[in-house]
């Protein structure tokens, strides 16, 4: 690397991180947005939590009897709840309490219930859940005393069943027929439900979209601003003048921008990761089974082709932006003109989110094939299943796509154009 | 690369069309070595697309320039060594501090550090700005970041340097400092120097010869002291005025 170059790309980068509106727009404002949105979908599903695992629960027993008193002592031994227990109450009674003192369940146990288990008969247990402020807590308040009310169900039914065949097994009896589910991968047998493998697949298939439309947005406006920002601080035309090579000068100025751009969607990951962590809060049981488990990895070719592909992504949009903005007079009016590109981002990003492209209608595969920014999404997939030829399609296309985008960059940073370059926006005017 | 003796620019037949705008038509004019030389002319008369032209920039529509003898379009790298452009309306990295910026400039035109880090003191004394250089550009008044412009233009020591309106847009105090800066450095050092203006008492102050352009073309050159006895002028103003009201 020329002196030359790394002076002009350290003053880019130094420029660029600088800027307060990048500052803040590309590194500060999705840390606080997703900082603050996963902190409260922490404390919105601790909230949930805590009513699931702690419910207030007020009880009627209108039955006093053998098992009102067993499900009554366990509640008070095996969970967490606080009870406050009415015996013999009206409804009407019990409500108004359990408005006036927070409780948002309302269990009632009917004055027969023993009786009716006793005897073999369905007993009934009323289950109230009280909806004050409408919010999500409030609706999962009832979950335990449900699981309880099944445990019970179980026991009386292994009860009864051990009472007339001691032998029997409770589990077998009821479920005769047990479901094994495998799936295969890549020729490979896993003792996986496809359940589970459907779970990672829509995470990865998830995750890759959204890196590549958020690095290639970033990309986008960093490199426009670049540019625009010189024509706009009047610096462009000394800039020009200087004794190094105008190549170098562009080259400095897509380096700089994949280096700030990788710094904010290294960000905006990380926000986005603790913001989905937020989630996974919620679940007590570790159910998660990993990637690599059922052999969905990719391997150092796959990873290799994944970068290229990423690469090319990523120094295509660089230079489609520049070539843009060099038709902006000033920031404002490069970011307007580089929106008009996002769609080329856009599109395919959340057209493959959760759909394959061999399943659309041709007509819409093709469009989807012919906007470069398709490939680098369809790389990722095809890494996992080592489909390489893909990839290498795709790798082609985009390189052909970067260099006609390269050369006509170098032409108009080579001639005059890069000064005299206007795109007059005929709608602003009649503003 | 063509031998000149001691021009330092030549200027021949130049013509520039921006689409079916004629902006030059056919622009003859030659600025020797140490001299410093002024293009006067009206709003819109060429002024700045000359300058641009011998300065990279733009590329002639036909006709040629030499810079030292090298052609302005074929051997557009070699140019640039040995110019220095200001810009009207030129501009600084905000973001930077003054200090940083000099030093970022001076680094494409020294050789070593030594060289860079004297380019940098000169820079410092031109400008004036002392103290204020560690504070970053966009807290700079416009006559500070004017200061810090042609410190810039002239730390480098070009064999020309293109100024164009040098002092526009300047208070008083301000222009005065900077019309002195150049004269001084200029006989110092022995730059040759092109520059527009506007303002006829900076041309007769600081030019050794000047040319008036009006719509693309020269319509007058000379030196200063020359022109005002040929129409009978106090002042390069009159000259202007006379001149202008003829063609």
């Known amino acids: 690397m020329s002196n030359a170059f790394r002076t002009l790309l350290s003053k880019e980068v130094k420029e660029t991180l600088r800027d307060p509106k990048i500052l803040i727009g590309i590194i500060i404002m999705p840390m606080i947005t997703f900082g603050v949105m996963g902190f409260f979908m922490q404390l919105s599903f601790k909230s949930i939590k805590e009513a699931a695992l702690k419910p207030r629960m007020l009880i009627i027993d209108n039955d006093l009897n053998t098992y009102s008193q067993f499900l009554i002592s366990t509640l ?91 032998n029997i097994d409770t589990k077998i009896f009821l479920s005769p027929i047990k479901t094994v589910n495998f799936s295969i991968i890549k020729g490979r047998i896993v003792n996986v439900p496809p359940e589970s493998v459907v779970n990672i697949i829509t995470s990865q298939s998830l995750t890759m979209p959204i890196t590549v439309l958020m690095v290639l947005v970033f990309a986008m406006q960093i490199s426009a601003s670049s540019i625009a920002i010189e024509k706009e601080e009047k610096t462009l035309e000394t800039l020009l003048t200087l004794p190094v090579s105008r190549l170098s000068i562009l080259g400095s ?59 090319l992504a990523i120094t295509s949009a660089l230079v489609l932006s520049i070539v843009v903005a060099v038709y902006a007079e000033d920031v404002r009016s490069a970011q307007t003109l580089i929106g008009y590109l996002y769609f080329l981002i856009f599109i395919p990003s959340f057209a493959l989110m959760l759909t394959d492209i061999n399943s659309l209608p041709t007509p819409m595969k093709i469009i989807l094939y012919i906007i470069p920014y398709t490939h680098p999404i369809i790389a990722s997939k095809a890494a996992l299943l080592e489909d390489y030829l893909t990839i290498t399609y795709g790798i082609i296309y985009m390189a052909f796509f970067s260099l006609i985008l390269l050369y006509i960059a170098s032409r108009m940073f080579t001639t005059e154009k890069v000064i005299t370059a206007k795109l007059s926006l005929r709608f602003k005017r009649k503003i | 690369m063509r031998s000149t003796s001691n021009l330092a620019v030549e200027v021949d037949n130049l013509k520039k069309y921006y689409g079916r705008i004629k902006a030059l038509d056919g622009l003859n004019f030659k600025v020797y070595e140490r001299e410093i030389y002024g293009l006067i002319g009206p709003n819109g008369a060429g002024k700045t697309t000359t300058l ?49 910026y000099l030093h970022f400039m001076a680094s494409f035109y020294s050789k070593s550090k ?66 002195r800066i150049i004269k001084e450095y200029v006989r110092t050092y022995g730059v040759t120097v092109l520059l527009s203006s506007h303002n006829m ?47």
């Not at chain 1, 994949?258 to 913001?275: E, N, R």
Request: proline fraction near 3%; hydrophobic fraction near 40%; include cysteine.
């Open chain 2, 52 to 100: 641009r032209i011998i300065a990279t920039l733009l590329q002639p529509t036909s006709g040629h320039v030499y810079v030292f003898g090298h052609d302005v379009v074929e051997e557009a790298a070699e140019v640039r060594k040995i110019i220095s452009y200001l810009p009207e309306e030129a501009g600084a990295y905000k973001n930077l501090s003054g200090l940083e």
């Open chain 2, 114 to 179: 030594d060289e860079l880090k004297i380019m940098v003191e000169e820079a410092v004394k031109i400008s004036g700005l002392n103290e204020r250089l560690k504070d970053k550009v966009k807290t700079y008044s416009k006559g500070m970041k004017r200061r810090l412009l042609i410190a810039r233009t002239l730390m480098v020591h070009p064999k020309l340097a293109i100024l164009d309106e040098p002092t526009s847009g300047l208070d008083v105090i301000h222009a005065y400092y900077l019309r």
């Open chain 1, 253 to 311: 100025k897509l380096i700089s921008s994949i280096i700030v751009a990788a710094i904010g969607s290294s960000v905006y990951l990380i926000g986005y990761t603790y913001y989905l962590g937020s989630f996974s809060s919620l679940s007590t049981i570790e159910t998660s089974i990993s990637a690599e488990k059922i052999g969905l990895t990719i391997t150092p070719l796959g990873f290799t082709l994944l970068g290229i592909s990423l690469f």
């Open chain 1, 76 to 166: 008070k031994s095996n969970t967490n709840a606080t009870l406050k227990i009415f015996n013999r109450t009206a409804l009407s009674n019990g409500l108004k309490f359990a408005e006036d003192h927070n409780y948002p369940i309302i269990m009632v146990i009917p004055e027969n219930f023993t009786q009716n288990v006793t005897l073999g008969l369905q007993a009934k247990i009323e289950l109230y859940t009280l909806f004050k402020r409408l919010s999500l807590s409030e609706g999962s308040a009832a979950s335990m005393p449900r699981a309880l009310i099944s445990y019970l169900n179980s026991y009386l039914v292994d009860k009864r069943l051990k009472s007339l065949a001691p």
């Open chain 2, 201 to 247: 008492l900076e041309v007769e102050y600081l030019c050794d010869r000047v040319a008036l352009i009006h719509k693309g073309k020269i319509v007058l050159e000379g030196f200063p002291s020359e022109l005002k006895s040929k129409y009978e002028a106090s002042n390069l103003e009159e000259v202007f005025a006379k001149v202008t009201q003829i063609v």
